[in-house]
Structures are given as structure tokens and as C-alpha cells.
């Protein structure tokens, strides 16, 4: 039992431990991430008329309905995976930030600027979540779900802001993902161009969902 | 053939303790041919015959393998011409440049003089696991261990890292997982590095971590800047590796 | 011209050989061998200085059994020494390759390829532990090239008829110092070994007759400090950058061994020095060093100059590609002065072969002093990836030097200084004139003779350390009482203090020439003189000469910078001085040899067709040289070779 603690330990303070576990919490959000878009899609389900109930309101419903434990439990288990993502990410930054002496001139020569800047769009990410969760999630009425985002996104300033920061959101997922893969060991030179472009695809295809919703809301293609 | 005159921006720094700062120099009539160092000796035969101080840095073979020379030009550590600084020549440059000249940094690579830096951190993490733990005399016949000679080929590619650091140096957090990854690889790959495999891992990852290196976030600007070619797979199978040996040492699998 | 008579002693110190057939000396030595209890072991303090093949080997395998080991090195790591530079392979008598190999050949190959000028018993040994070595090296996981049934791959190399040479691509030397290197990092993390890097030894220190310490520059403070042992081993490599150029990392230098030369250890042979035969041709005056190909590429390289002075001429203008000269206009002369060896021939002859053929105005490179390396045949034979694969990093090195893909057009290589046979006198126990100073590796007048052969060197290095070494040690250690001298003895003090005034009169002169330039007067002399062919005016004009180079150094050198702290300057002055004072010697046994053998080239001893003349009545010994002050002459002590098992004859690969 010792040294499963110890281990256990001296894992979680590694450099390649911490890595691991801010892989695996960025899978389950990855993972998260693709739920949370197949529920959004069906709001291009449409509108419908007065006592009928649209698919995205149905959906919520459903969510809220859930037992009040199961429904907690899945918030508290992604509340716990992101500031578990957060906050090794930070302390690694920071650690990363400390190893480091500056050159007066710096240069690159392969490190993409997505996998640069993992810390500043990750950041914008929270900031989205935060606000995306008080704005939509713990204010408006699950049966009116429908009209609610709509009503939001007419706010330009607002579909502003959730394309920014689902902009944001490809960047990290972009490097994240073949990132993820890296770090479980499972890349290597003949794989790693292929996990690139799979990278890619999953970043357009989820980014490209999630900024549909705005998009359409203000060509007036869903109202 | 051609000669080049360059302005140089050079890191000086008296001593590990001065202030350091970036000086400007002129470099004229550099032979194309002659290769980075050379042009280095070029200047510094003139700083001498004005009385200063030549500018120091680090170099040995010129030939490229013993991995002495670092210096980090233009904010790339060799240059990022896939060789050492040694092999990088003057050819790759164009009449009129300005050109960075600064030591390979990070806060595990303490300054010494000028471009020199103390890279003892690297032999730190050999020592801690870097090696098979055989005596002399009590070998048995070369051949009566076959090796599959993709392994063995998969073996001397990690082998071929010369621990100059320019992987610690051009990571954008100092991580000197790429140097780690290979020599373990090296040793992990072969049959004769089996028995301590884990033991080797668990050993060098925590000393590399205690030496204050970075952690690597995958950009593989390691990779890009290494002059051998050793490639982030070893980082890939590093992590797994330790993995599996974590859950060894817990749990007494995968021994 | 005056004669210099040279004054001879009739004293030698015993060489130590066991007595008995050649085979069973170094078996009879072991079981005879003093040993040291593993507890006792402990008591007594090796130093060691240098930390390549040689001795980095013996500090790991000293460290093992249980000896407190201090190691010294200039560079920042172990793992730098040059060693890790050689390319080729290391040989070894294990006849994995079922071509009639064994330890007697090995020996014989030896023997011979050194021109009878080595000591047999000490060949034999070598040749008997080569396989050891290599066995050694496959259990620290050195990856040697391999075959598809997983074993051993060799390849031939020069002065052998047979595949015997072990190989890790264009890096064995790298592989092999890697794990040697290894070896002693895991030694130095178990605390037995205490390492100094960036620490150069500046001198010896003699107490009663017998090597008790080093004194030692930290290069990084600047400061002068002492160690005290119960042994000194000095393997600090040989000194081939008295040429100035030479394919020797810019570091290597004499200083330690010009030390203890000084302080009575007998330099042995210093006449012998290889020049390599392919590497990469001088550009200009700013160059540092001459790149090595390695020798290895003579597998399948074929080595040719235009028949006609006038294709050459045109080639150096740049006005015909060296690709478009027809088959019919080609020299291959090492395949037609040498039939059965061809481009394999032994390096002192193929150096040679390259400079009577630019002597003939008909070398190839802007410089006139080139010849070609042509792989046409064999990429057309065995297609360009089979190349790449056994030649890949070497191909891609003199690319990137030159510009030029030896896939489309030859490469031009010439003789570089590269290794020196010659060194300080050692025993069979490896130790020198001087009771307690033993010497490794190149550092000692070694078991090449007057010439060494391909791969042998990394050879002599490992098993000099990794077996001899180990085994020889006690022979000195059981006469010594462990740890009875200390720093405190007044010699260390007098060697510091001379140590340091040394400095202080390179640091006043503040003259107008920086060291490297002096370096380079001296280079190019001693070249020019003493290099591939000499000659009596040749070698007397360089010994007037040598004096008002140093003469010129001690009162026109500028050494900037203070003594204090890092100074590069001052590291490069200390080295050219000991440079200074050690080429005379290396003239004065070159003018004393007076006839050809190996490396050793005198214009006036050769045979009809060119060779070197040997005179076994009247050469066959190793010239020993005591010193006796710098500008002084030394003094010759003489050890006969009698060669009992191999029979003298006139060295042909005809």
C-alpha cells in the first residue's frame, strides 16, 4: 500500500506524471466537448409552434430532469476534470517559466503558434466557460431553451465573442489532441502527420459546429 | 567563392555573476568557406590585436560529434541548419547580415563566461540511470546475444544524440526531454538494457526533474533543432515507458 | 650544416616482460600478478588524467574494483574526449567473419603494419584481449552494426586481408566512448569516482622519485590547485596538433605529457606520427582543423588523379568537372602500385602515394593538394542507398563542409596529421620511466610501432584501460603505502608556485602576436619539414628554426584577459608553449632515425620503387629521450626489439 502511495506521489510532482494526467483530463473534455456538440446541433432542429416542444427544449429538459445526483455529479466531475486540466497546466507553465533564461533574440522553427500560445487560449477558454455557463446554462428557462439563444446570439457583441473564443477553442484542441497522443506514448514518426491532420479535422469539425449556432443566428438563417 | 562582412550581436558577460549584454561587432572579409567558428577565430584574432577580450565560447572536435560547441544563433541553438554550430558555414549566410550570437539558454545551464554555459546537468541525469550497469571481464560472447537489427538500428539512432543540449536550449520551456528520451531509449530498446529498464526510467526522469528543467508540452522544437536527428518518438516512448514502470513500482506489474 | 651528436646513455629501465612463449606471457603475468584486497582497495587514490577511451575506461573499471578514482578532463564532459571522433571501427581477433582470423594474425597484422617497430609482447596482449573489448562493449549496449540474423557485422579496413573490424555506421568511436563514458557516469553517481571537468593538468608532481599528484588550472575560476594520489595515470592523447592543423580536436595538446617529459619521463619515438591519408584538403589561411573521412570509405572508394598533368591543371581551374574525365585518363595508382591491397593499403603508404602524385603536379583541388575518392563504381554496383547506409553521416559531413554530394561528383581528400605512435616510454605494467606515472592509450609510445593500422587504436585505448591497466596497477600499488602523501609535501607547493610564475612571465610579455598565430608559424613548419618526407636539411632547417619561434613566443605572444577566472587565451598560450617546448624533440629523434619504417619517412633511405628502407641492424629500438632543459639536447636511451615470434622482413602489400 506504501508504495502505491509513494508512487502515487511521485507521479502526480513528475514532470511526465503531471503531463499524463493534463493529457487524460484534456481527453474527458475532448470527449465533453463532442457531447456538448451533438446536444447543440439540435437546435438546427428548428423552431416550432407554440405548445409543441422543439428538439434543443427537449433536450435541456431532459438534462434538467435528470436525477439532481446524477446531474451533480457529472457538473462536479467536469468541474473537477477542468481545474485539474487548469491548474497542473498553470503550475507547469509556471514551472516552464522559471526553467527559462530569454533571448534578446528569439527564433522558432517548428513549434506551431497553437501549441505557443496553449496557456493564453486556454485561458480564453475559461473565461468563455465561465461566462457561457452563467449566460446560458444558470440563467433562462431549460423549456424556452430555443428562444433564449437566439435572443443572446442577436447581440453581435456577444456572437462576437463566442466565435473569438470557439476560435480560440481550435487552437487548443489543434495542438491538444495529437498532443494527447504524444504523451501516451502513442505517436511516432510514421503516425504523428497522420494525428496532425486528424487534429485538425476534429478541431474544424467541432469548432466549425459550435460556430454554426451564431453564425446562422445572425444571417437570420435560425430564429 | 565569396567574402562576407556581417554585423554581429554578441552576448557578452564577464563572469557568472556580471551583468551581461549584448554587444555589436563587426565582421569583415569572413570566407564563405570557413565555418562558423572559424569566423568567430576571425574576429576574435582582431579583438586580440586591440588589446580586448576575445569572445569565449565552447568548441573541441570541429568535426561535429563531440557536442562542445552550442551557441545559439539567430534564436535558434546551431542555427537550424541540422548540424552543429561547428559544421554550420559561412556559405548559409548573405553579404550585409546581422547576426544574433547568444549562449544555449536555460536556468539548468548556468552561465559561465560569454557563450559559455555549464552543462554538467546533462551527465547528471546519465548518471542517475544513463548506463548498463555491467562490470569489466564478466561480459559473455558478443554473439551469443542476436540482436534484430532494426532494433539495434532503432538503438543507434537514439545513440547518436552528442548531449550539446541544443534541445534544452531551443525548447520553449527549457525540457530536456528529448536528451532523456534518447538515452533511455537507446538503453531500453536493446535486450542488454532490459533488466533495468525500469529502474533506469523511474531514476533519470526524477533526476531530470529535480535538475530544474522544464516539462515538455510537445512542440518538438527539440527535434527541429537538433543537429543529429534524434526524433520525439522517444519522447513518446519515455512517457510510456515510465508509465509502465510507475505502475511497476506501485503495483509490481510490468516488472 | 653541423653534425649533432647526440648524447646516449647506456641506462634503460627494465620493460618488464614476462618470460615465456609470447602466447602465454600476459596468462603467466595474471597468475603471478600482485593483488590488492577489494577492502584495501579503497585506501588508495588513482588519478587520472583525460577521460577518453584509455581513461575513461580506467577510471570506470578502476572505480569498480573498488580504487578511489579522481578524473580530470579540459573538456566540460567525459563524454567529449576525442575518442569520440574516430569513425571507422575497432578490430578485434573474435573471426566471426570465418576468414582465417585469429589472435596470432591480429598480432602479426600489427606487427608488421607498424613496420617492426613495436614491442611483440605488448602486441600480442593486445591483439589476445581485443575480443574482451568488444564483448565488453556489446554488454553496455554499444549498438555495433548488425546483420539480419542479428550478429556482428565487420568490415575490412587498411593493412588486413580479412574482415575484422567492428563498426556502429560512421560512429564507433562516439558508441564506444558513450559507453565508457557511461560506464563511469555510473560510477561517478555511485560516489566512487570524483570527476573534474574544465580542469587541465599543468604539471606532475614527483615526491621522492615517484609520481604522487598533479597540479591542475580550474579553468573555470582560474584557480591553481593540487591533488595527491598513490598513482598517476596520464592519458591524455598524443600530440598531433604540433602541426598546427590536424584532424585532432582543437584542444588536444602536449601540455601534460611535455610535463612529465620535463619531469623525467622518457618520451618514446616521438618521430612517429601518422598522417592520415583521407581528409577533407585545406581551404585557406583562417582554417582550424582538417576534417577526417573516414578510412572506412577506402572499402569502397577507389582513390584516383588524372593521368595527365593537363586534365589536372584544368580540374584545379575548375574548368572540367572531375565526373566527365574519361575511365582512360584516371590514376588509379594505389590499385596499380599495390595490386593484392589496393585502396586498402596501409595509411602511411597511401599518404605518401597521394603526395608524390601532387609532388607530380598532378593533385586536384584549388590548392593543387588534393586527390579524388570516386564512388561511382560502387553506387552503379551496389545502388545509392546501400551507400548511404554504410557511409550515410559521412557523405552528409563532407557535403556540408564542401558543398559538394559525393554521390555526383568524387571527393577530394589528402594526408592530415591524425595520430601519433610516438609517446611516453611505458613497462609492460604501462608504467613510465618515472615509478608511479603510468600512461595510456595514444599518450604512450603504444604497441603501433611506426605506423598503426585502422581500428587499432581505439583498440589499444580500451584495452589499456578496460583489462591492462587493471591488472598491471597493484605490480606499483602493493610497494606503496596507501595515502602517505598528502598535499602538504613541499613539492606540491614548488610545483604550484612554478606553475603559476609560468603564467605570470605568458601574461607579462603583452606582446603583439596572439598565441593560434604562433601555433600556426610552428604548424607550418614542422609540417613542412617533419611532415610525410623528410630529410636531413629538412630537419635540421626546422631545428634552427624551433628556438626563435619560442623565443618569439616568450617575448612577442599577447596573452589579454587575467589569470583569474575563465580565459581562453591564456589555455591556448599554455598549450602552444608546451608545443614550443616538445617540437625539437620530435625533430631531433627524426634526425636520429636515420632510416625509413612506417610513418617515418626519410628521403634518403628508400628502395628503388619508392619504400621506406628500413635498418633493422642499427634502428631496430625505441628511441627513449630524457630531457635535459628546454634548448638543451636530450639524451638517447635505447631499448633493443627483438622480435622472436614474427621474423623481420621488408613490409610489402605489393
Known amino acids: 500500500m506504501n508504495d502505491i502511495i509513494t508512487t502515487a506521489c511521485k507521479f502526480v510532482t513528475s514532470s511526465i506524471g503531471r503531463k499524463i494526467l493534463v493529457a487524460l483530463t484534456g481527453s474527458c473534455l475532448l470527449l465533453f466537448l463532442v457531447g456538448h456538440l451533438a446536444g447543440n446541433m439540435t437546435i438546427f432542429g428548428g423552431n416550432v409552434a407554440e405548445g409543441e416542444t422543439s428538439w ?19 457538473r462536479l466531475g467536469l468541474l473537477a476534470v477542468a481545474l485539474v486540466h487548469v491548474v497542473l497546466t498553470l503550475v507547469l507553465k509556471y514551472e516552464n517559466y522559471n526553467a527559462r533564461t530569454h533571448y534578446q533574440k528569439e527564433g ?30 444558470f440563467n433562462g428557462d431549460p423549456h424556452d431553451c430555443y428562444n433564449h439563444i437566439i435572443h443572446a446570439f442577436q447581440d453581435p457583441l456577444c456572437s462576437i465573442f463566442y466565435i473569438v473564443a470557439i476560435c480560440c477553442l481550435f487552437m487548443h484542441v489543434r495542438h491538444g489532441l495529437q498532443s494527447v497522443l504524444q504523451t501516451f506514448g502513442l505517436a511516432t514518426r510514421k503516425v504523428r502527420p497522420l494525428y496532425n491532420i486528424v487534429a485538425v479535422l476534429f478541431g474544424l469539425v467541432v469548432c466549425g459546429g459550435f460556430i454554426a449556432i451564431p453564425v446562422c443566428v445572425m444571417l437570420g438563417i435560425l430564429k | 567563392m565569396a567574402n562576407l562582412n556581417l554585423t554581429l550581436k554578441v552576448w557578452r558577460q564577464a563572469s557568472p555573476e556580471a551583468q551581461g549584454r549584448i554587444e555589436t561587432y563587426k565582421a569583415k572579409n569572413i570566407p564563405d568557406e570557413a565555418s562558423f567558428l572559424e569566423m568567430l577565430d576571425i574576429v576574435n584574432e582582431e579583438l586580440v590585436h586591440e588589446g580586448k577580450e576575445p569572445i ?65 546537468a546533462l551527465d547528471n541525469i546519465i548518471a542517475a540511470g544513463g548506463f548498463v550497469d555491467v562490470r569489466t571481464g564478466a561480459a559473455p560472447n558478443a554473439n551469443n546475444m542476436p540482436i534484430r537489427k532494426k532494433t539495434s538500428d532503432a538503438a543507434f539512432d537514439a545513440a547518436a544524440c552528442i548531449g550539446c543540449g541544443a534541445c534544452v536550449a531551443s525548447c520553449k520551456n527549457s525540457a530536456a526531454m528529448l536528451f532523456t528520451s534518447a538515452k533511455a531509449a537507446h538503453l531500453n530498446l536493446l535486450p542488454q538494457g532490459h533488466p533495468e529498464k525500469n529502474k533506469r526510467v523511474l531514476a533519470m526522469v526524477r533526476q531530470m526533474d529535480a535538475l530544474g528543467f522544464g516539462n515538455c508540452t510537445n512542440l518538438y522544437e527539440c527535434e527541429a533543432a537538433c543537429p543529429k536527428g534524434i526524433s520525439v518518438d522517444n519522447i513518446a516512448k519515455l512517457n510510456r515507458d515510465y508509465m509502465l514502470a510507475c505502475a511497476s513500482e506501485a503495483f509490481g506489474v510490468f516488472s | 650544416m653541423n653534425e649533432i651528436k647526440f648524447p646516449v646513455s647506456d641506462y634503460m629501465p627494465d620493460s618488464c616482460i614476462p618470460d615465456g612463449p609470447i602466447a602465454e606471457k600476459w596468462t603467466k603475468y595474471k597468475r603471478e600478478a600482485k593483488l590488492i584486497n577489494p577492502n584495501n582497495r579503497r585506501k588508495y587514490t588513482v588519478l587520472i588524467v583525460g577521460s577518453g577511451l584509455a581513461g575513461g575506461s580506467a577510471a570506470a573499471t578502476l572505480a569498480e574494483l573498488g580504487y ?20 571507422g571501427g575497432v578490430n578485434a581477433a573474435h573471426n566471426y567473419q570465418n576468414d582465417g582470423d585469429s589472435v596470432y594474425r591480429l598480432f602479426y597484422d600489427t606487427v608488421k603494419g607498424g613496420d617492426f617497430r613495436a614491442r611483440e609482447a605488448n602486441v600480442y596482449r593486445l591483439a589476445e584481449v581485443s575480443c574482451n573489448i568488444i564483448n565488453q562493449c556489446v554488454a553496455q549496449g554499444v549498438p555495433f552494426g548488425r546483420e539480419y540474423g542479428g550478429l556482428l557485422d565487420n568490415r575490412s579496413f587498411g593493412g588486413s586481408q580479412l574482415k575484422r573490424t567492428f563498426y556502429s555506421r560512421g560512429q564507433t568511436g562516439q558508441q564506444l566512448l558513450l559507453g565508457c563514458y557511461q560506464a563511469m557516469e555510473k560510477e561517478i ?46 592519458a591524455t592523447g598524443g600530440y598531433g596538433r604540433v602541426f598546427f592543423l590536424s584532424t585532432n580536436a582543437m584542444g588536444c595538446n602536449v601540455g601534460a605529457a611535455c610535463a612529465c617529459w620535463k619531469k623525467g619521463a622518457y618520451f618514446a619515438n616521438p618521430c612517429f606520427t601518422q598522417i592520415h591519408p583521407t581528409c577533407i584538403p585545406v581551404k585557406g589561411d583562417y582554417q582550424s582543423k582538417l576534417t577526417l573521412m573516414s578510412e572506412s570509405l577506402r572499402n569502397d572508394g577507389r582513390i584516383w588523379v588524372p593521368k595527365s598533368r593537363e586534365v589536372a591543371a584544368k ?13 582512360n585518363d584516371r590514376d588509379y595508382y594505389l590499385e596499380r602500385k599495390y595490386p593484392s591491397f589496393g585502396n586498402l593499403a596501409p595509411r602511411d603508404i597511401s599518404s605518401r602515394a597521394a603526395k608524390e602524385a601532387c609532388d607530380d603536379e598532378r593533385g586536384v583541388a584549388n590548392t593543387g593538394r588534393g586527390v579524388f575518392l570516386d564512388f561511382k563504381d560502387a553506387i552503379n554496383r551496389m545502388g545509392k542507398e546501400w551507400i548511404d547506409g554504410q557511409y550515410g553521416n559521412l557523405f552528409e559531413m563532407y557535403e556540408e563542409i564542401t558543398d559538394v554530394d559525393p554521390h555526383e561528383q568524387p571527393m577530394m581528400i589528402y594526408p592530415a596529421s591524425h595520430y601519433t605512435m610516438g609517446g611516453l616510454w611505458v613497462d609492460y605494467n604501462l608504467m613510465s620511466s618515472i615509478p608511479g606515472l603510468h600512461v595510456l592509450g595514444e599518450a604512450n609510445f603504444s604497441d603501433h610501432g611506426a605506423n598503426r593500422l585502422g581500428a587499432s587504436a581505439l583498440m589499444q585505448g580500451l584495452s589499456d584501460g578496460y583489462f591492462v591497466i587493471p591488472a598491471t596497477l597493484p605490480t606499483y600499488l602493493t610497494t606503496q603505502k596507501p595515502g602517505s602523501i598528502t598535499t602538504a609535501a613541499p613539492e606540491f607547493k614548488e610545483a604550484e608556485d612554478e606553475v603559476k610564475a609560468r603564467i605570470q612571465k605568458m601574461m607579462d610579455v603583452k606582446g603583439t602576436k596572439t598565441p593560434d598565430e604562433i601555433h600556426r608559424e610552428l604548424g607550418k613548419l614542422v609540417w613542412d619539414d617533419v611532415g610525410m618526407g623528410r630529410t636531413k636539411e629538412s630537419l635540421m632547417h626546422a631545428i634552427e628554426k624551433i628556438p626563435a619561434i619560442r623565443e618569439e613566443f616568450w617575448t612577442n605572444v599577447r596573452v589579454v584577459g587575467s589569470t583569474e577566472g575563465m580565459n581562453q587565451e591564456l589555455e591556448k ?32 633511405h628508400q628502395l628503388a620503387d619508392g619504400e621506406a628502407k628500413r635498418d633493422d641492424a642499427n634502428f631496430a629500438y625505441v628511441a627513449c629521450w630524457e630531457y635535459k632543459g628546454t634548448g638543451e639536447l636530450p639524451v638517447l636511451h635505447k631499448e633493443p626489439l627483438t622480435f622472436d ?9 605489393k
Not at chain 3, 580540374?315 to 575511365?327: F, H, L, Q, T
Not at chain 3, 615470434?645 to 602489400?653: C, F, G, N, P
Request: aromatic share 8%; net charge neutral.
Open chain 1, 56 to 74: 434543443i427544449n427537449y433536450y435541456a429538459t431532459g438534462l434538467h430532469s435528470m436525477p439532481a445526483w446524477l446531474l451533480w455529479s457529472i
Open chain 1, 108 to 137: 522558432t522553427l517548428k513549434a506551431t503558434l497553437s501549441s505557443r500560445t496553449m496557456v493564453i487560449t486556454g485561458i480564453m477558454i475559461l473565461c468563455f466557460a465561465v461566462f457561457h455557463l452563467w449566460q446560458l446554462t
Open chain 2, 56 to 120: 569565449h565560447f565552447d568548441h573541441d572536435c570541429r568535426e561535429g560529434i563531440c557536442g562542445m560547441c552550442s551557441l545559439t544563433i539567430n534564436g535558434v541553438p546551431h542555427g537550424g541548419k541540422k548540424v552543429t554550430t561547428c559544421q554550420l558555414h559561412m556559405r548559409q549566410f548573405k553579404d550585409g547580415d546581422t547576426i544574433w550570437i547568444e549562449p544555449f539558454r536555460a536556468a539548468a545551464f548556468p552561465l559561465l563566461r560569454d557563450l559559455v554555459v555549464d552543462r554538467t
Open chain 3, 68 to 87: 578511489n578514482v579522481k578524473c580530470f578532463c579540459y573538456q566540460d564532459s567525459p563524454r567529449r574526449a576525442h575518442s569520440i571522433a574516430a569513425q
Open chain 3, 189 to 234: 553517481g555511485k560516489g566512487h569516482i570524483e570527476m573534474h571537468p574544465r580542469t587541465e593538468m599543468m604539471d606532475l608532481v614527483v615526491v621522492d622519485g615517484h609520481a604522487k599528484g598533479i597540479v591542475v588550472r580550474d579553468m573555470v575560476t582560474g584557480e591553481i590547485k593540487s591533488y595527491a594520489g598513490d598513482t598517476v595515470l596520464l
Open chain 3, 315 to 327: 580540374i584545379r581551374k575548375g574548368e572540367m568537372k572531375p565526373s566527365d574525365v574519361a575511365e
Open chain 3, 573 to 604: 598560450a599554455w598549450r602552444v608553449a608546451a608545443f614550443l617546448d616538445f617540437a625539437e624533440v620530435l625533430c631531433y629523434d627524426a634526425l636520429n632515425r636515420e632510416e625509413s619504417c612506417g610513418a617515418h619517412f626519410r628521403l634518403e
Open chain 3, 645 to 653: 615470434t614474427v621474423h623481420l622482413a621488408i613490409r610489402s602489400y
